[in-house]
């Protein structure tokens, strides 16, 4: 069955600390990438997409994800976080049978 | 410009009810999909609905049943509630269907007793 891995779920860091977030999937055929944040009281919003071309996407706030097909990974960056990026991040899948996985989440608190 | 909403905010029903949850999309959208999130786990996928016809069904149960009607909202029935239903349930929408930018709304909290 396919399924999306979030290997950290709670991660603390301090202000200014780089950020990265590991994401496995494990669909063989071809796959759309997603990272979805969703903020303190706020709705899930997207965060940044891979659909083809350059395997590393910039999003919102200074976010990045690079795709490695190879590792069937989409791990997200950031080079410097700040109190406003605490978070649950929430990476996903689409595949071509129409269904959307979501990974687990990641709980990002930052300190300032 | 309004973003998906979705109704009620919180339902608490008992074993073997009935349940339908609401959602409107954003003005424009034609895609509806929902899913269901629960303490601790990422939203687990259940449909997608486009121009009124199922497009995507994820790992759930006959139970769970859906529809869109013409101004493109949806609706999400669970009959026979179990304990297990207990769950936030997300609605989200997008303008084409598949893998377009879901919109996701505040979510109906359902607790089955």
């Known amino acids: 069955a396919q399924s999306v891995s979030q290997h950290n779920h709670h991660v603390i860091l301090s202000e200014a600390a780089s950020l990265e977030l590991g994401c496995n999937y494990s669909?063989?055929?071809?796959?759309?990438l997603f990272w979805y944040v969703q903020y303190p009281g706020q709705h899930l919003q997207l965060l940044l997409k891979y659909f083809s071309g350059d395997p590393l996407v910039k999003g919102i706030k200074g976010f990045e994800a690079e795709f490695i097909k190879s590792k069937f990974s989409f791990n997200l960056r950031k080079p410097s976080v700040q109190w406003s990026d605490t978070a649950e991040y929430f990476c996903?899948?689409?595949?071509?049978?129409?269904?959307?996985?979501f990974g687990t989440g990641t709980r990002l608190k930052v300190l300032a | 410009d309004a973003g998906v909403t979705q109704s009620p905010t919180h339902l608490i029903k008992t074993r073997g009810q009935h349940v339908t949850l609401r959602c409107s999309p954003i003005?424009?959208?034609?895609?509806v999909s929902w899913y269901q999130q629960v303490l601790g786990q990422g939203p687990q996928f259940i449909f997608q609905y486009y121009e009124k016809e199922e497009r995507g069904r994820g790992n759930f149960p006959d139970r769970f049943s859906a529809r869109q009607f013409p101004n493109y909202s949806s609706e999400l029935n669970v009959n026979a509630l179990l304990l297990g239903d207990s769950a936030l349930y997300l609605c989200?929408?997008?303008?084409?269907?598949?893998?377009?930018?879901?919109?996701f709304g505040p979510g109906t909290r359902l607790t089955v007793l």
């Open positions: 989200a929408s997008s303008y084409l269907a598949g893998a377009d930018t879901q919109y």
């Open positions: 669909y063989g055929g071809t796959v759309n």
């Open positions: 003005s424009g959208h034609k895609s």
């Open positions: 996903a899948v689409f595949s071509g049978t129409y269904k959307y996985i």
